[in-house]
């Protein structure tokens, strides 16, 4: 497991001890540790791996190895279950330890936000997924990301003019914003490196899809239309009336190698390669 540090974390807790926040960011990073182990734990409970884990001024983020390969209920359990850790421990410490169950009832609400890559926006994504197909849950939480973070950007203006030097809510919607091309090519990463790869041998059941679709079709929309926990394949009408079945690793791959066109080109590929 890679762990990764960002380059700005360290100078964001020392400004915060300086201005007098040592002790809330000790508390707020146990809380922040023990709601990534609780999705560490379940995944490892559920055969996935830890692929690396980040700590940034955001907080910190486990990022667990092929989650798709699980169930959607899976999935949510896995998500939901840092959020969880953080509401369990509020009413555990509630009236022992107040400030640090604030903290984690904060910590737990903040991450429900629909935002990407906090677990309400990973929610939405899971949930999107298999309704409206995965490229449009892609493009529809990173649209949801950006509209939060003008909000908490705003709500951290606030913030500032009545809690002087307590930076916190800006620092946080600021790097989201910032880091939403990455996020942007993450989702895209994991949504080819999941579909392109043999998806008989998965984990769970996969519920198989026939699809129709026109010549002029673009590609694009056939693999709009790709699901979780779905093995697709596209019936092609071709010009002599003929239906023609092609596999979603076959779009995938005629994209991926031509960057797009039409389903009537997956046809004469297949022409040309018989043996596919």
């Known amino acids: 497991m890679k762990v990764r540090l960002h380059p700005l974390f360290i100078p964001f807790i020392i400004t915060a001890a300086l201005f007098g926040f040592g002790k809330e960011i000790g508390l707020s990073l146990l809380a922040v540790t023990i ?18 884990f980040h700590i940034t001024p955001l907080g910190e983020c486990a990022v667990i190895k092929d989650m798709e390969s699980l169930g959607f209920a ?16 509020f009413f555990m410490f509630r009236s022992r330890l107040r400030l640090f169950s604030e903290v984690n009832l904060a910590i737990g609400l903040f991450n429900l936000l629909p935002a990407h890559p ?19 849950a892609n493009k529809a939480v990173i649209k949801a990301t950006k509209i939060q973070s003008v909000i908490m950007i705003a709500a951290g203006l606030v913030q500032v003019s ?20 990455e996020q942007r090519y993450r ?24 699809l129709s679709a026109t010549e002029k079709e673009p590609i694009m929309r056939l693999m709009e239309r790709l699901r979780w926990d779905c093995l697709t394949l596209f019936s092609i009408r071709s010009e002599n009336g ?35």
Not at 43 to 49: E, F, I, M, N
Not at 164 to 172: A, D, H, I, Q, R
């Open 162 to 181: 009545l809690y002087p030097y307590n930076f916190s809510l800006l620092c946080m919607s600021l790097f989201m914003l910032r880091s939403l091309r």
């Open 35 to 52: 709601h990534e182990m609780s999705h560490v734990g379940l995944g490892k409970a559920l055969g996935l791996k830890v692929e690396s």
């Open 242 to 276: 003929a239906d023609e079945l092609v596999s979603e690793g076959e779009v995938l791959r005629h994209f991926y190698t031509h960057g797009g066109g039409v389903a009537g080109d997956l046809l004469e590929a297949s022409k040309d390669c018989p043996g596919t």
């Open 74 to 89: 899976k999935r949510l359990a896995v998500v939901l279950a840092g959020p969880a850790s953080n509401i369990i421990l």
């Open 118 to 136: 906090l677990d309400g926006g990973r929610i939405i994504h899971i949930a999107l997924g298999e309704t409206l197909g995965v490229l449009k």
């Open 187 to 210: 989702l895209n990463l994991e949504f080819f490196r999941y579909f392109l790869r043999d998806r008989v041998d998965e984990k769970k059941t996969l519920h198989m899809k026939l």
